[in-house]
């Protein structure tokens, strides 16, 4: 698979906002893919950023830089029901463009 | 309703004996896939496949088998080859490969006892 990296776990306040950081060493993709997983369910897809720059969908926000291999998904106005697992996931073409997911980093939202 | 249906949810296999996940889709979409989902870890890919009668290998072929007869269907099969089965399996499909959002199935959860 490709090289994504994500932080493990991360914790945050219920009502704050918080930035999960994802690294990844490909060029040749289309986009970068935000996935939410709850514990022993599917994820669904959040967010989809083809061009760099900010992209803004309530109170969940992706952004990417191609040029430094970067990405973040930023919550804002966090909820106990955001606890879950966020998945970053690139398609490369050396791949033939199949979804390669990073580990993915385990989100706690505390009272 | 359009989607993508995994079955069963839980499974159970004796060791040393083959077992075959099922995934059916009715989104029209071409492109599939099996991913393996181990405690703490990300998605780590089995197969894909971009149309029908054509698959390709993902990272962790080893030990897995799969077909691609029909659009809607992409079944894998687990072969007493795989040394570490148990794990929690997702199917998903995708319109086209690597640039629009994928769907996925519900999971098969699959232990060996």
């Known amino acids: 698979g490709q090289n994504i990296d994500q932080p493990t776990e991360m914790t945050a306040t219920e009502g704050a906002i918080v930035q999960i950081n994802c690294t990844y060493q490909t060029s040749g993709f289309n986009g970068l893919f935000w996935y939410q997983q709850h514990a022993g369910e599917a994820p669904t897809f959040l967010s989809y950023?083809?061009?760099?720059g900010l992209e803004e969908k309530g109170r969940f926000s992706s952004f990417l830089s191609r040029s430094k291999g970067y990405s973040y998904l930023l919550l804002k106005e966090l909820q106990m029901k955001d606890s879950a697992s966020y998945l970053c996931?690139?398609?490369?073409?050396?791949?033939?463009?199949?979804?390669?997911f990073g580990k993915g980093t385990s989100l706690l939202v505390t009272p | 309703d359009g989607g993508i249906t995994q079955s069963p949810k839980y499974l159970f296999r004796k060791e040393g004996q083959n077992v075959t996940l099922s995934c059916e889709q009715n989104l029209n979409h071409d492109a599939m896939y099996w991913y393996r989902q181990d405690p703490g870890q990300g998605l780590r890919l089995i197969y894909y496949?971009?149309?029908?009668?054509?698959?390709q290998k993902g990272d962790i072929a080893e030990g897995y088998s799969v077909s691609r007869e029909k659009k809607e269907s992409f079944p894998l099969t687990v072969t007493s080859a795989q040394k570490n089965p148990t794990a929690f399996y997702l199917c998903?499909?995708?319109?086209?490969?690597?640039?629009?959002?994928?769907?996925f199935g519900q999971g098969t959860r699959l232990t060996v006892v």
């Open positions: 950023n083809v061009l760099d």
């Open positions: 996931a690139v398609a490369p073409r050396e791949s033939g463009y199949a979804l390669n």
């Open positions: 998903a499909s995708s319109l086209g490969p690597g640039d629009t959002e994928a769907f």
């Open positions: 496949s971009q149309i029908v009668n054509d698959f």
